[in-house]
């Protein structure tokens, strides 16, 4: 939602990237039923057992595209190239992952909507953020990276509702 005014406000776009996402595929590939406890999971995993680095494949950063040699060049992407790799991870490498997929891919279009209306202030809210540092953490490190901290996040761990919009 771009906000202006109290009155003033309309979509500006979204995405089915989120907690439902995060929790039906989370619960596929971990078989674990629980939202809260496949965040806990998450907490606890490795990502780079399940995804490939920048590093993976240039050996280091890759000073030419600017990129670090720890940011993800591809998420599950790992498990692709390895058996032997696939035998040690667990399912809290994969729940960890996945959090990183989706948190990333938010902070990302978050970023680019953003830039497109030239919004100074980015606001989140909703289940998937609900008392859980680390998908928050990792939305701020997305928006970062990309906006290079041009905007300020804020974050509401209470339900958005039209109702609550007005107080923007």
Same mark, same amino acid.
């Given at each position: 939602? $771009?906000?202006?005014?109290?009155?003033?406000?309309?979509?500006?776009?979204?995405?089915?990237?989120?907690?439902? #996402?995060?929790?039906?595929?989370?619960?596929?590939?971990?078989?674990?039923?629980? @939202?809260?406890?496949?965040?806990?999971?998450?907490? $606890?995993?490795?990502?780079?057992?399940?995804?490939?680095?920048?590093? +993976? #494949?240039?050996?280091?950063?890759?000073?030419?595209?600017?990129?670090?040699?720890?940011?993800? &060049?591809?998420? @599950?992407?790992?498990?692709?190239?390895?058996?032997?790799?696939?035998?040690?991870?667990?399912? $809290? +490498?994969? &729940?960890?992952?996945?959090? =990183?997929? #989706?948190?990333?891919?938010?902070?990302? #279009?978050?970023?680019?909507?953003?830039?497109?209306?030239?919004?100074? $202030?980015?606001? @989140?809210?909703?289940? @998937?953020?609900?008392?859980?540092?680390?998908?928050?953490?990792?939305?701020?490190?997305?928006?970062?990276?990309?906006?290079?901290?041009?905007?300020?996040?804020? =974050?509401?761990?209470?339900?958005?509702?039209?109702?609550?919009?007005?107080?923007?």
């Amino acid at each position: 939602m $771009k906000v202006e005014l109290e009155e003033k406000y309309e979509r500006i776009g979204g995405t089915a990237t989120g907690g439902g #996402i995060f929790w039906g595929l989370g619960s596929l590939l971990t078989k674990t039923k629980g @939202f809260d406890e496949l965040l806990k999971l998450a907490e $606890k995993g490795e990502h780079r057992h399940v995804d490939l680095l920048v590093r +993976d #494949i240039y050996g280091g950063d890759c000073k030419v595209l600017g990129l670090p040699g720890d940011v993800i &060049a591809s998420s @599950f992407g790992r498990v692709c190239h390895s058996r032997e790799t696939n035998e040690n991870v667990t399912n $809290k +490498d994969i &729940a960890r992952s996945l959090l =990183f997929v #989706i948190s990333n891919d938010i902070g990302q #279009i978050a970023s680019l909507y953003a830039m497109m209306n030239n919004l100074k $202030k980015v606001y @989140f809210g909703g289940y @998937f953020l609900r008392n859980h540092p680390l998908s928050m953490h990792t939305i701020s490190y997305s928006i970062n990276y990309c906006l290079e901290r041009a905007s300020r996040l804020y =974050f509401f761990v209470t339900k958005i509702t039209s109702e609550s919009l007005a107080h923007f």
